[in-house]
């Protein structure tokens, strides 16, 4: 059984910074081979469709959704079997419970959701005005 599991989340100001994490456990990203998988961020707002956020490759290469790019950074922590997800100046518009995702193979890169196979069960960050 695969399992991801987000943290990090709640409710802060316009302005304000979080920190997201992802952990990842079970035999499939055990820490010899979750190096091995792209790790993602996706969102989804109330009453909206899932969207991409961010990734981050085996090589470390990344990508971003042109909403966050500048105030977001994706990063990973292998030994850890950890993805975070660093947000800045955090707008009312980034208010969405956020899924961290990895996709069936290694060695894949993919920004497109359809891809991910894996999903954590989300975190909610709420951004006030």
């Known amino acids: 059984q695969v399992q991801l599991v987000e943290s990090g989340g709640g409710l802060v100001q316009a302005g304000d910074s979080l920190k997201l994490s992802c952990a990842a456990s079970g035999r499939t990203f055990s820490s010899y081979r979750i190096s091995r998988y792209t790790m993602g961020w996706f969102r989804q707002a109330p009453g909206k469709e899932r969207e991409f956020v961010a990734a981050?490759?085996?090589?470390?290469?990344?990508d971003y959704a042109d909403s966050v790019k500048g105030r977001v950074t994706i990063s990973r922590d292998n030994a850890k079997n950890t993805a975070y997800l660093q947000m800045n100046s955090l707008k009312p518009e980034d208010t969405a419970v956020y899924y961290c995702?990895?996709?069936?193979?290694?060695?894949?890169?993919?920004?497109?959701?359809?891809?991910?196979?894996?999903w954590g069960q989300g975190t909610q960050v709420t951004v006030s005005s």
């Open positions: 995702a990895v996709p069936a193979s290694p060695m894949l890169w993919t920004t497109t959701q359809t891809r991910y196979e894996y």
């Open positions: 981050i490759s085996v090589s470390g290469t990344t």
